[in-house]
């Protein structure tokens, strides 16, 4: 089967083998709590739609609601620390 694109044998395009690089991995690992948190945010707010509403569905999404503002105020001064390079 012939190519469709061909491109030069210097092109970048050639070197990219579909994984993510180890930048790309850690920036990950870095979110991973707020990965998570939203991950148990979408998970309440999907239990909620088969259920009728109720006091306990609710504050379960609330929680959920208010961890992930927590992981993303603890990644926004993560970050911030980071950038500053040490205690604030």
């Known amino acids: 089967m012939k190519s469709i694109i061909t491109l030069p044998a210097n092109s970048r395009a050639l070197a990219f083998d579909g994984e993510p690089s180890g930048a790309e991995l850690d920036a990950v690992e870095w979110e991973m709590p707020l990965i998570l948190a939203e991950v ?10 088969d259920r009728p509403a109720t006091e306990l569905g609710g504050r379960r999404i609330r929680r959920a609601r208010h961890r992930v503002l927590d992981e993303r105020r ?15």
């Open 40 to 49: 148990d945010l979408l998970d309440a707010e999907i239990w909620m739609l």
């Open 74 to 88: 603890n990644l926004t001064n993560r970050v911030g620390l980071a950038q500053s390079g040490g205690a604030a």
